[in-house]
């Protein structure tokens, strides 16, 4: 899709400064490839106290079984 933005100068020029990219294409789709990334982990944290875990589990007896002596 064609998008016509204007972009912060300074910011741009700061951009490519902490990259190897070469266009404003470029630095434009990694950002908004890390905004993603960021947005999928703080959805993640969302979840915290709402996971219940089996207090019976026994993990340790899970490890001894798959061994090979």
Not at 13 to 27: D, G, H, V
Not at 39 to 55: N, T, Y
């Amino acid at each position: 899709m064609r998008t016509n933005v204007v972009i912060d100068d300074k910011l741009r020029e700061e951009a490519f400064k902490y990259s190897n990219l070469k266009t404003k294409k470029e630095i434009i789709n990694l950002a908004l490839k890390a905004f993603v990334k960021n947005a999928k982990k703080l959805s993640l944290m969302d979840l915290k106290g709402q996971i219940s875990f089996d207090e019976s589990y026994d993990y340790k007896s899970m490890r001894k079984d798959n061994v090979s002596d």
